[in-house]
């Protein structure tokens, strides 16, 4: 079956540094997604991003981060300075193009980013 | 901004009973998703539901739209220990332009003991 990869499982990284969290979503999916969860929390949507440029973002989405499809494959979440509180898990998720399919959002494993 | 309010947070009952959660908001959704998501792990889609009123049934699992679309509920049937784990609801807003972010809840702890 079909799956959302990402690579790596675990990031550390030190405070100011850039990191590049990689995914590979389903291979027919249309649209794509970063989230964050912080230990103990809610899952947090970060960004959206379809036809080649970001759909919608969040308040959490500031100028520290971007996304890029750099490849007919990759989908990738660079952070260019890592703060302390960027300590997370991070899900990409994708979903197909169509009314109800749309909604239907495919998770990733997860990176989980540890920033000393 | 849209908030999904799960109940109850945490929940333990003995194999073979029945439970359900709950999922509210004072939005309305143009869909509502359920997640299971285990340790260390992303959440996993179990179902979605979009029109108002639905009912979808997965195995023991009984999962129910409102009428108003802003609320949610699923039931477990004669719940087993593999049912053990973390249920998340989560809200899609569709705006037309492109798909919104899920707005998730906090989730529901639910151990099913032997």
């Known amino acids: 079956e079909p799956e959302v990869t990402q690579t790596p499982s675990h990031q550390v990284t030190q405070m100011g540094q850039e990191v590049i969290l990689r995914c590979v979503p389903i291979s027919n999916h249309l649209y794509f997604y970063w989230y964050r969860q912080i230990l103990g929390q809610k899952v947090e949507f970060l960004v959206s991003?379809?036809?080649?440029?970001?759909?919608?973002k969040s308040e959490i989405f500031d100028d520290q981060f971007s996304v890029e499809r750099p490849d007919g494959s990759n989908f990738t979440l660079k952070i260019r300075s890592t703060k302390l509180e960027d300590s997370a898990m991070y899900f990409c998720a994708s979903s197909e193009e169509g009314a109800r399919l749309l909604f239907e959002q495919y998770f990733g494993p997860g990176t989980r980013l540890t920033v000393t | 901004t849209q908030l999904l309010e799960q109940s109850p947070q945490f929940l333990s009952i003995q194999e073979g009973e029945n439970l359900t959660v709950y999922c509210n908001s004072s939005?309305?959704?143009?869909?509502l998703q359920w997640y299971r998501q285990e340790p260390g792990e992303g959440p996993v889609l179990l179902v979605t539901v979009v029109t108002g009123g639905e009912v979808k049934k997965l195995k023991r699992l009984t999962f129910q739209f409102g009428d108003a679309r802003k609320d949610s509920s699923l039931h477990i049937t004669a719940a087993q220990p593999g049912d053990t784990g973390l249920y998340l609801c989560?809200?899609?807003?569709?705006?037309?332009?492109?798909?919104?972010?899920?707005?998730f809840g906090k989730g529901t702890h639910l151990i099913i003991q032997p």
């Open positions: 939005s309305v959704f143009s869909s």
């Open positions: 989560a809200g899609a807003l569709y705006s037309g332009g492109g798909a919104d972010g899920l707005t």
């Open positions: 991003f379809y036809n080649n440029e970001i759909s919608e």
